[in-house]
Every structure is written in C-alpha cells, then in structure tokens.
C-alpha cells in the first residue's frame, strides 16, 4: 500500500517562512513528477509546484521567486521552501505524486492527507 506523509505547516506571519515536506512509502517503483497543490476555502485546488525525476521544476506564477520544490529521488521525499510568505497562500496543501507501484504494475496518482498554512499577522 502506497501513502504519502506530509510534514510541516502552521501559523506564520507575513513575510515569513515554513518548509513542507512529504514522504512516499510502500512498494514503490518509480515516482514522477511529485508536487504540491493547494485549496483555499471557496477555491479550486491548484498547483504549486512539481518536479520531475530529472529534476525540472513547474512552478505557478503566484509563488515564482518565493517557493522552491526539490526532491530526494533516493528517499521518495518532496520539500517545498516557502519564503515571504503572503496572506493569499493561506490554504490547505496537498502533496501529490505519480507513483509506479510494483503490485499493481501500473502507474496511479497519489495524495498527502493535507496540512493547513496560514500566514496571518
């Protein structure tokens, strides 16, 4: 069985900074792309960011300059570095990944259970 464990989150001022990670766990192949969405309340959720096994990088445009995705291929872990931060990221954030597991022999999308960012002052 394939989870994904998120960590980090919570309350921050503007202008400050929190970092999120994620892990893959269980019978896992290959992972591709990894990434982070977001769902703010009344909103759609959206992507953030994601990378590849390659190591590109897809960020949206709110959070170019601010947010860095990074990956440890070797680890099945994502990170996401969010610097000045502003009260419009406030949201829930999902890590997601495309995983190759060896049971199913197929690939599937996964989700983290979310965890809340809030920046207020």
């Known amino acids: 069985q394939v989870q994904l464990v998120e960590s980090g989150g919570g309350l921050v001022q503007p202008g400050g900074s929190l970092r999120l990670s994620c892990a893959a766990t269980?019978?896992?192949?290959?992972?591709?792309?990894m990434g982070w969405y977001r769902q703010a309340p009344g909103k759609q959720r959206e992507l953030v960011a994601r990378i590849n096994n390659g190591g590109y990088t897809d960020y949206a445009d709110s959070v170019k300059g601010r947010f860095t995705i990074s990956r440890d291929n070797a680890k099945n872990t994502v990170s996401l570095q969010m610097n000045s931060l502003k009260p419009e990221d406030t949201a829930v954030y999902y890590c997601?990944?495309?995983?190759?597991?060896?049971?199913?022999?197929?690939?599937?999308?996964?989700w983290g259970q979310g965890t809340q960012v809030t920046v207020s002052s």
């Open positions: 269980g019978n896992i192949y290959s992972i591709n792309p």
């Open positions: 997601n990944a495309r995983i190759f597991v060896r049971t199913n022999l197929d690939w599937s999308d996964y």
